[in-house]
């Protein structure tokens, strides 16, 4: 080939681009609309995330297949399948591809040739390569439900403030003069608290954490500390040394609990009797920590995923107690259940303010050593530390539940929620201890969750994250209150299903009352006969007592032990019966709107350390439905039929296994293959929505 013939070949190539982006703009510019301004930017980043989610699984491309074939019936069910799974159900839509009709569309009640406000998204993509397209699909019936056990670690109990704060112990010579926590006449008083009703009718293991502190350089007490009468001898050697601030020296002992000791569904008792105690002890914290097994009925194709935290506790002061010195150095200790305390060297740039702490998610300080937050909500200082984590949701299907379980421990005053949305670029306070309360509460003191709803935060397609702090108050300048705070088996929840499984979910808002009640109604819809089941998840504060729940209208569904889950329906039919018909263990829901609500009494200031109730976003109502017939498929391109319908057969089959699906019935599964050979090299599609 000679110099003229290749510069010919390569002019014509490059000219033949250029017509092919030319032509493709053109496209894209006739399909777009006007501009409306910016009051729909959320409607359009939505159209373009579900134009790029539809075309990098392959929607678009198989839809187009089927239109070149005359089957637009299956063209217009994998589309309308696709949209209704990844966009909001008030979120109308109609979707044309190359000009096929007809068009994939649903109005969700709003007709399009009166809608106000569309945003449209428009994308070219190229046309399947000359071949055969195999698809298999399982036809399901109707998705079968399955129990699903969940192993649980929350905080049963939980004490964080000075005991000589609160009577009768602020009297006389202290803990010397009344060796019991609690005290009443002379002896104990117990302190109740609750464990959750579990599967295996035992917890899976438990630990209490105590602290003793000297406020004149002095020892440790000894401590006895009583579970539903089963004694734990802490011996004064086996409280460790911590750290020294002043003249307050710091201990603490943690010990593992005998499960059989702790009775799930009723009642517990604690109370701690001081040994060897002086005028100068104090205790600062307590808390009390368990994990067992939950189950719960779900539709098979749910699939959860649990995201564990790393633990971290520790704490910081300001180096020579200057806040205000400019070098901005703290001291500090971690600790570790293992380890006990470390101390870390001085350290520069670990005190910020709490306005440039949640503003700025670059500083290091996650996963890592303590710091001093200045001018936190209630306190003049406070010692803190914080844990993140990545929430990888882009294999997720729909987002039916999302939690986060914090469980804190050691002088814990305040806490703080917060998760990062991608898709918007921006960090949200899902909870702050000093904004879900009410007035009177001192700025939220001692408002720890529990658990926290993040469902609405959670997005689909994208990694999240998480971010849990929390802190212990010092009051003023003068004090040298910076104390031991702790986060241990923190982990995230995300259940998603890519079937069309309708879990529908109604959760009530995080709050602090300035008293020892506070209570909150849930209206909640059962849509039909056919509803599976019916779950209230409670969260309450870790000094909650006594739960109570009640129809509006009064009826008593529970009174009792804080719980983990209750099953609404076996409540109802072996009580009130206004919600359903039949027994315990065979009954149906009667559609309707219902009203619960929610009462939770705490425990005596003394007890907890604040003497406020709280509910926090975690306690939702959850009414879980069947999915009906549904086809699950997938789909292969190959140069023969038949490799084509065995490489989409394979591909269904791991498609199952990932959904949850352990057996599959082959009765159900069908398969089929088109030619591709008659499609354009770049097809156009719009994607059209509008909510009114």
């Known amino acids: 080939m000679d110099d003229k013939g290749f510069i010919f070949t390569a002019d014509a190539t490059l000219a033949l ?66 949209l209704n799974s990844i966009l909001p159900s008030d979120v109308s839509y109609k979707m ?86 609690g005290y009443q006449s002379g002896s104990y008083e117990n302190i109740g608290f609750s464990v959750p009703n579990t599967t295996t009718g035992t917890v899976n293991w438990a630990r209490f954490i105590i602290n003793s502190v000297d406020k004149n350089n002095g020892n440790a007490y000894g401590a006895n500390v009583n579970i539903n009468n089963h004694d734990y001898n802490v ?60 189950s719960m009925v779900v539709p098979q194709g749910v699939v959860t995923n649990n995201f564990f935290f790393p633990d971290t506790a520790g704490l910081a002061y300001p180096h020579d107690y200057d806040i205000d010195n400019r070098r901005r150095e703290v001291d500090g200790y971690t ?71 914090i469980n804190a421990y050691g002088a814990v005053d305040g806490a703080m929620v917060e998760v990062y949305r991608p898709q918007f670029n921006r960090w949200d306070t899902v909870f702050q201890s000093n904004i879900n309360t009410q007035p009177g509460t001192d700025s939220g003191y001692g408002n720890i969750p529990g658990i ?19 802190w212990d108050n010092v009051p003023s300048s003068s004090s040298v209150d910076y104390d031991l705070v702790g986060l241990t088996n923190c982990y995230a929840v995300v259940s998603s299903s890519k079937l069309p499984i309708q879990w529908d979910e109604y959760a009530t808002v995080s709050d602090q009352s300035s008293n020892n009640q506070i209570q909150k109604d849930i209206t909640y819809t059962i849509r039909s006969n056919d509803t599976k089941e019916a779950y209230l998840f409670f969260s309450g504060g870790m000094d909650t007592e006594n739960v109570r729940v009640t129809y509006d209208s009064g009826q008593v569904l529970y009174d009792g032990a804080t719980p983990y889950m209750l099953n609404l329906g076996e409540l109802d039919v072996a009580g009130p019966r206004k919600m359903t018909n039949g027994t ?70 791991e498609r199952l296994r990932s959904q949850g699906f352990t057996q599959i019935d082959e009765s159900l599964v069908f398969n089929e293959s088109m030619y591709t050979g008659d499609l354009p090299n770049s097809l156009p599609v719009r994607l059209d929505l509008w909510t009114y």
Not at 64 to 75: G, R
Not at 104 to 126: F, K, L, P
Not at 341 to 365: C, E, Q, W
Not at 611 to 635: C, D, Q
């Open 17 to 82: 681009v250029v017509v092919i982006v030319f032509t493709a703009s053109i496209l894209v510019y006739g399909l777009l609309p006007a501009y409306q301004g910016q009051d729909h930017q959320h409607l359009q980043a939505l159209a373009d995330s579900a134009l790029a989610t539809m075309e990098q699984d392959g929607t678009l491309r198989d839809a187009a297949v089927y239109y070149a074939n005359n089957n637009s019936t299956a063209a217009q069910a994998i589309l309308t399948a696709s």
């Open 96 to 181: 044309t591809i190359n000009g096929y009709t007809p068009q994939a569309i649903n109005s969700r009640g709003r007709d399009y040739s009166v809608a106000t406000d569309v945003a449209t998204g428009v994308r070219v993509i190229s046309g399947p390569k000359e071949g055969w397209l195999g698809r298999s699909f399982y036809n399901i019936k109707e998705v079968g439900l399955m129990q699903q056990d969940t192993n649980v670690t929350t905080t049963l109990w939980n004490f964080h403030n000075w005991l000589t704060n609160f009577y009768p112990w602020s009297s006389g010579s202290h803990l010397n003069s009344y060796p019991y926590w």
């Open 235 to 294: 011996l004064q050697s086996q409280f460790k040394y911590l750290y020294t601030y002043g003249n307050y020296r710091f201990y603490n002992n943690q010990s593992l609990i005998n499960p059989s000791d702790l009775i799930p569904g009723t009642k517990n008792n604690l109370h701690v009797a001081y040994q060897g105690a002086t005028y100068y002890d104090d205790m600062a914290w307590f808390s009390l920590i368990a994990n067992y097994t939950v």
């Open 335 to 405: 600790y570790s259940f293992a380890g006990g305390a470390v101390a870390f060297p001085t350290t520069r740039n670990k005190i910020y303010t709490m306005t440039d702490y949640k503003s700025n998610h670059n500083l290091g300080l996650e996963n890592s050593i303590p710091f001093v937050i200045r001018s936190p909500p209630g306190g003049y200082a406070a010692s803190a530390v914080a844990i993140q984590k990545d929430i990888d949701n882009t294999d997720a299907g729909t987002i039916k539940d999302a939690y986060v379980v």
């Open 452 to 470: 926290i709803n993040l469902k609405d935060y959670m997005d689909r397609g994208y990694v999240n994250k998480v971010r849990i702090t929390v």
């Open 584 to 653: 315990v263990a065979n009954h149906t829901y009667i559609p309707g709107n219902y009203t619960i609500r929610v009462a939770v009494t705490s425990g005596d200031a003394w007890a907890s350390g604040d003497g406020y109730a709280e509910i926090f976003s975690g306690t939702r109502v959850a009414v879980i439905y069947p999915a009906l017939e549904h086809a699950v498929w997938s789909t292969s391109y190959a140069p023969t039929a038949q490799q084509a319908i065995d490489e989409a057969y394979a591909l269904l089959k």
